[in-house]
């Protein structure tokens, strides 16, 4: 120790800054043990094992697990750790694609928001939307919400097997058939909608273009008197629109106290 090579634990944690905590579970585990272990029980790090704890700590940021990090460091060679490095890659360009995607999705879930603070609930007018992507699975007439809300529950557990790693928004499709008809509350399908193509799975497409946009604030048994609203407003205006209404609920529980203060978004694309 007199020779300046040698290093205490405590020492040694402080100059590679972890605790004496993480020194002494890797030595438990066999990843990294101290050079001199003596009879009292006292430990020595070599100094240049500093070198050694630095290669498990990039490791550990890269995103390996210690078992890993062990098994890698038993067998390593410049090919392995090419490998590693290549895998290790792919799997941040993944984090940063999905990490991209979520500050999108509330990037748009922020400006809906906003826009809903300055917007007259009452009034229809049309707006613009850029593409977006959906999945969605069809409603029998006869469905309860109960059963909507399974629905909804095999969307989004089908989603995640496939991609899962993108946010979006719950919608419920009408048609512009029922609506007509005076059919306000059977519902054509359930969907997930996406601001991205989401990857691994089949989705449609909601075509950018021109939109007839309606907001319908209260309780969704009351979405009849928006429905009507909307089409006095297109029997006014001389717009024709395409089959598919979606609703998307922007004010929810999340946001609100209670289902009276909720804001369903409408709209249908114009033809």
């Known amino acids: 120790m007199k020779n300046g090579k040698y290093v205490s634990t405590g020492e040694f944690a402080k100059m590679m800054n972890v605790t004496k905590n993480t020194l002494f579970h890797y030595d438990q585990m066999g990843l990294f043990s101290p050079e001199l272990k003596l009879k009292n029980d006292y430990r020595y790090y070599y100094i240049y094992q500093s070198e ?3 290669a498990i700590l990039v490791l550990k940021e890269l995103g390996m697990s210690l078992s890993e990090i062990k098994v890698y460091l038993e067998n390593r060679t410049p090919e392995r750790m090419e490998e590693l490095l290549y895998v290790q890659e792919q799997q941040l360009e993944e984090k940063i694609r999905h990490l991209e995607s979520r500050k999108n999705w509330i990037e748009e879930k922020r400006k809906k ?3 809903l603070k300055q917007v007259d609930l009452e009034k229809i007018q049309v707006e613009h939307f850029k593409e977006r992507y959906y999945i969605k699975a069809s409603i029998d007439h006869n469905s309860s919400e109960v059963e909507y809300s399974y629905l909804i529950g095999e969307l989004i557990r089908e989603y995640k097997k496939k991609d899962g790693k993108m946010g979006y ?3 419920y499709l009408q048609t512009n ?5 005076g059919d306000y509350m059977n519902y054509q399908a359930a969907a997930l909608l996406f601001e991205e193509r989401p990857t691994g799975i089949e989705c449609e497409v909601l075509k950018e273009g021109d939109y007839v946009v309606a907001y319908h604030n209260g309780h969704w048994d009351t979405i009849d008197e928006t429905y009507k609203r909307i089409l006095e407003y297109l029997e006014e205006t001389g ?6 209404y979606f609703e998307i609920t922007l004010l929810d529980k999340l ?4 289902i009276e203060e909720y804001v369903t978004e409408i709209f ?4």
């Open 52 to 54: 050694e704890l630095d």
């Open 113 to 115: 928001i906003s826009h």
């Open 169 to 171: 928004e719950i919608s």
């Open 177 to 181: 058939k029922a609506i007509k008809a």
């Open 239 to 244: 717009l024709t629109v395409e089959e598919e």
């Open 255 to 258: 946001m609100v106290q209670k």
């Open 268 to 271: 249908v694309r114009l033809k």
